[in-house]
């Protein structure tokens, strides 16, 4: 799916983002988005998760590569940030030049939006949720 360039330059990314990831933190928001805050300067940028594709994950991000390298699933440093706490959640893994979401997340990824359609009863949906963990 990936062409080898996109792939190459995703390993770089990865790469990277290993090396900048003690200086920055990546803080999730209530909305689901990431907000990446680099500790060296005072700007933040925010991370949203684009699309799922045949289980890759696509970024996208508020910096100007977000906004430019739209070809790519993770665009910037920031996306690669938001992708790894993805990962250390245990949502994703890093497979095959790319982001996947795991099968488990996608199941309760698809809990979570048909329990919000009966909001107004929130404790039977955090029960089925607490046996789904
Ligand atoms: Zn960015």
Redesign the pocket.
């Known amino acids: 799916m990936l062409d080898s360039i996109s792939r190459h330059r995703l390993y770089g990314l990865a790469a990277e983002i290993r090396a900048v990831e003690e200086g920055h933190n990546a803080r999730v928001l209530p909305d689901g988005s990431i907000l990446v805050k680099a500790e060296s300067n005072p700007g933040s940028?925010r991370?949203f998760i684009r699309r799922v594709a045949d289980g890759v994950l696509w970024f996208a991000?508020t910096?100007r590569?977000?906004q430019y390298r739209t070809s790519l699933p993770v665009?910037?440093?920031?996306?690669a940030l938001a992708a790894r706490r993805l990962e250390r959640e245990g949502l994703a893994r890093w497979e095959d030049g790319g982001w996947r979401l795991r099968e488990r997340a996608q199941v309760r990824g698809a809990r979570l939006l048909l329990a919000r359609t009966v909001q107004r009863r929130p404790a039977p949906v955090a029960a089925a949720m607490a046996d789904a963990a």
Not at 75 to 79: E, F, I, L, Q, T
């Open positions: 940028y991370v991000c910096c590569s977000g665009p910037c440093k920031h996306a």
